[in-house]
């Protein structure tokens, strides 16, 4: 499929965005594992999420699906999962690979995890490792480096692990695996990640201990809660940037989580000088909401770097492009991460934007840009990427000439009705 996509003369309304992808997966998967029926409210029906419903069931979970599209769960316990009868396809979704591989390690089945191409070139070794150090039976391919991952069996035992990386998916893992471990998990992390595993397992019941990166993990049984899930910022940080670049904006977005662990695109937005502003705060299931205003604003360039990674980590290539219209020069480092995310997202966003006008130059670990106002348009690829997808579709809202785009449709991953909301709210 192609979308060729022309300049929108204002930018207004309000937007409600999908649920969050991270938040989704947890809810669904904790709660088949949790003692009790549970209801889910607000569940990303996006591609990646129901991979992981679709993985549960593959495994003997009872997962439905009501009329309001409220997913319910009949969790069993934490060792309720059965043997597999086919290899469990995650499809695109390194959430469910990554976090599936901690609930699978040492179970006394046989099991197999697979994805799409983008999956098998993802590195899988830092989640394997540790789990190999705890004791599971863990076969990957490449020398235990990439998908398929086969798991059988295996005493799963305490460890005080270090994280070579501030990653959430392995913490996430590493937590799954430590809960039902002989004596418990100690992982120290490098950086703060999001935290949505800990307080929703927390939430539930677990023991989970968090002392500054230090995180504590003893076996234990948890029961099922039901759950409201928040808009996710991810999906938030398009119309941000949108309502921040376009020259006459103003929306209100509803409904976004706000946790701190996730929300770094607002600080950053805020230090270029954006007009944002909240209200409405609310509590989702622990997990803070607010609606936000933003509208156009004039942008300074700033420095990205270090700890606020991790916690913008997914918004990278949208805020480059605001980077674009912000004055002066913009540096991001310390993000080689990003190298290794749905494709090489560092490369990717400098190709297409140099190509569309922008001065941008690539870094190992990041990218440098020189907010030069331009975009000029073009014929470019998603390149199977569903942020790469998103960002060109807002690029398109200010571009000079029209944007072409080929594989659109992958914003389905995370955002089923982008391209909806981006044909209402441009026109
Ligand atoms: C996620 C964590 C991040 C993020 C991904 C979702 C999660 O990945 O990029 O989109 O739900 O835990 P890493 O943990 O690999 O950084």
């Known amino acids: 499929m192609e979308?060729?996509?022309?300049k929108s003369n204002s930018l207004r309304g309000e937007?409600?965005?999908?649920p969050d992808k991270s938040m989704s997966h947890r809810a669904v998967m904790f709660n088949s594992l949790a003692a009790g029926k549970a209801k889910i409210s607000n569940f990303l029906m996006g591609e990646d999420c129901l991979s992981t419903i679709s993985v549960l069931k593959k495994l003997g979970s009872k997962i439905d699906i009501d009329s309001a599209q409220n997913v319910i769960t009949y969790g069993q316990g934490m060792n309720s999962l059965k043997e597999p009868k086919e290899i469990l396809n995650v499809g695109n979704s390194g959430t469910t690979i990554r976090l599936m591989s901690g609930v699978l390690a040492g179970r006394r089945f046989r099991s197999v995890l697979d994805g799409d191409e983008s999956i098998r070139r993802r590195p899988m070794g830092r989640v394997v490792k540790p789990l190999k150090m705890m004791g599971a039976n863990i076969n990957a391919k490449n020398n235990n480096e990439n998908a398929p991952i086969e798991f059988r069996g295996g005493e799963?035992?305490?460890?005080?692990?270090?994280?070579?990386?501030?990653?959430?998916?392995?913490?996430?893992?590493?937590?799954?695996?430590?809960?039902?471990?002989k004596d418990g998990i100690t992982i120290n992390q490098p950086a703060l990640s999001r935290d949505h595993t800990e307080r929703l397992l927390g939430f539930m019941g677990a023991t989970i201990k968090t002392k500054g990166l230090k995180i504590q993990v003893k076996p234990s049984n948890i029961n099922g809660?039901?759950?409201?899930?928040?808009g996710d910022i991810s999906s938030a940080s398009y119309w941000l940037v949108a309502g921040c670049i376009h020259k006459n904006a103003d929306l209100t977005i509803k409904n976004v989580g706000i946790n701190e662990t996730r929300s770094g695109i607002i600080s950053v937005l805020n230090r270029m000088g954006a007009n944002i502003k909240m209200s409405n705060k609310l509590d989702y299931s622990g997990e803070p909401v607010c609606d936000i205003n933003i509208s156009t604003s004039n942008l300074k360039a700033t420095i990205i770097s270090g700890e606020?990674?991790?916690?913008l980590i997914d918004e990278i290539p949208i805020i480059a492009l605001a980077a674009v219209f912000a004055e002066g020069e913009t540096k991001i480092s310390d993000?080689?991460?990003l190298r290794y995310k749905e494709s090489d997202r560092i490369s990717l966003t400098v190709e297409w934007m140099r190509k569309a006008g922008a001065e941008i130059e690539e870094l190992k670990d990041g990218m440098i840009i020189q907010g030069n106002g331009k975009i000029t348009g073009?014929?470019?690829?998603?390149h199977g990427d569903h942020r790469l997808a998103m960002t060109l579709g807002i690029a398109s809202l200010i571009s000079e000439n029209p944007i072409e785009i080929e594989n659109p449709e992958v914003s389905n991953v995370s955002y089923p009705k982008f391209w909806e909301t981006l044909k209402i709210i441009g026109n």
């Not at 460890?159 to 070579?164: G, Q």
């Not at 809660?225 to 928040?230: C, L």
């Not at 606020?308 to 916690?311: A, Q």
């Not at 073009?378 to 998603?382: I, L, P, Q, R, T």
């Open 225 to 230: 809660v039901d759950v409201v899930i928040p």
């Open 308 to 311: 606020e990674i991790p916690l």
């Open 3 to 6: 979308f060729y996509l022309y």
């Open 378 to 382: 073009g014929k470019f690829s998603s």
């Open 15 to 18: 937007i409600t965005i999908p």
């Open 335 to 337: 993000a080689e991460e």
């Open 156 to 181: 799963l035992k305490n460890i005080d692990y270090d994280m070579p990386v501030a990653s959430a998916q392995l913490k996430s893992a590493l937590i799954l695996a430590g809960l039902r471990s």
